[in-house]
């Protein structure tokens, strides 16, 4: 990335821009491997020194870069931040922050969607042919009983001429389709807007105005779409009825866009023959136990999409050229608003 000749300095006083983060390491902590260049910007606060000298710290914070939804956004952090410009996600999907209660406060927001695109993809790449291939399924079994050649009819499903369907077109969407095309795939793909002919032609796309017309013809249907109060709930009972029984459900964007009682149901009933799962609703799932959990044919994993070490430092440096931009008053590359 370039970061547009913006640094500090050219915010005028020599005092680094207070910089929140939830806290460094743990799970929901900005990476020790990103410490060094967020140092060189920003005078770093994790929440717990925010917390142990409020008065002090809350003028220092100029910024906050939300690291796993974290630290939650809030009307009393909000409150309690005078000097706050801008917010930066680590990562593209934004629906865990209200954003019209952000900008009330004058504050900015960005995501992260050029970093995230191509591991996202992975994932979504790498799910689906886990699942055709029964992956998991044959780990457990080389774990459990040994590596000899397991039953005759331990078959999986064919992934070179099979049909995707991929229901949100937008950056990771398309990743998606050039590594389909690579796999000899036939693709179909729904979203909102239909893309430019020369960029379908470019990974052998078809438009399918209708989502139900995919659906129908997918063997293997990824879901790529952001959640919005249009997407809650886009793939339910019906949606996995129009579906082959043969077909796959692949859900990289949010747990919330499929209705997870409905998908239980469908794949107890073979109404669809399989699904794979970076999100859930919620996340985590509550019990360890959860129905989700005990299928066999489901392949879930814990929200790692874009866990690569080059994809989460893209990450930090997209939301730091996004603050800088921000705190010196020239336009955001990713800014989001509120819609
Ligand atoms: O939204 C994204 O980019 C990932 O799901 C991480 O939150």
Known sequence: ISLCGLSHGTMGGGELPGLLVNEIGGRHGILHSHLAFLKKHFYLITMKDFLESKEHMSKKVQAIYLWWHKPVIDRELLQSLPNLKVIANSGVGMDHLDLKLIASFGV????????????????????????????????????????????????????????????GMGRIGYKIALRAKAFEMKILYHNRTRRKEQEEQAVGATYCEKIDNLLQQADFVMVVVSLTPQTRKLIGKREMELMKPTATLINISRGAVIDQEALVTALQTGTIRAAALDVTYPEPLPRLDHTLLKLKNIIITPHLGIKTDKATYMITEEAVENILAALNGVPMPSEVLPS
């Open 108 to 167: 900015k927001m960005a995501n992260a969607p050029h970093a995230v695109s191509t591991s996202t993809a992975d994932t979504g790449m790498a799910l689906l042919l886990a699942s055709a291939r029964r992956l998991v399924e044959g780990c457990h079994i080389a774990i459990s009983s040994g590596t000899e050649h397991c039953e005759a009819d331990f078959l999986g499903v064919e992934v070179t001429g099979a049909t995707l369907g991929i229901i």
